[in-house]
């Protein structure tokens, strides 16, 4: 029965791919964190997509829950926050379908999510880790060059900024950027008052990111 469920939610998630293909839902997670942080930073980027690579998404991102059928709408799914991430059995078993069945998921840490993430992660994908991408990675040339790898945007402990993956047979399905906050970049410029060259990298890589989802 669980793999006739998982068969249905797979058909369903590359038939709904044929008429929505190009839309990005926000991943509300329990827990207690903040999973609706940063509301300006969705749109703003979907704005800059449309602009500058062709996409062409819906102008205001959709809301989804993990264990929800309706996660397989989206190629593209979005996750942030500051504090606690916690994901049920089921859930995780959702997110799992989802990911392997050609979905991407991009974890944006707001700071503070990442000891709860790690552990919810293992989770999902219990045999693998988290690993770090190099600067050489297709994600970082895209429409746009970073020939250093993910910018730094936010200081929050002053580390180097990571890219961090989940691989399936080599594929990334599943990408947490760390010690960067893309997010807070992409927000409206009052919000952080980021100077625009900072503001410009950071909707750069999010576009990268979602140029390479799409693709990939």
Known sequence: MRQLTQLTL???FFGSCLVEAQEIAVLKYGGGGDWYSNPTALPNLIQ?????????????PETVEPGSVSLFKYPFVHMTGHGNVYFTDEEAENLRTYLLSGGFLHIDDNYGMAPYLKRELQKVFPDKQLEELGADHPI??????F???L???HEHDGKRPQALGIFV????VLLF???????????DPTVHNDPEDV???ALQMGANIVEYAFKS
Request: glycine residues 10%; aromatic residues 10%; proline residues 4%.
């Open 199 to 201: 503001r410009q990298k």
């Open 140 to 145: 970082f040339s895209q429409k746009f060059k």
């Open 147 to 149: 020939s250093e790898g």
């Open 177 to 187: 950027t760390f010690e960067c906050d893309l997010g807070d970049g992409w927000e």
């Open 169 to 172: 047979q080599g594929r990334l």
């Open 48 to 60: 800059f997509c449309n602009a500058n690579i062709g996409t062409k998404l819906n102008p205001q």
């Open 10 to 12: 797979i058909l369903t």
């Open 151 to 153: 910018p730094k945007i």
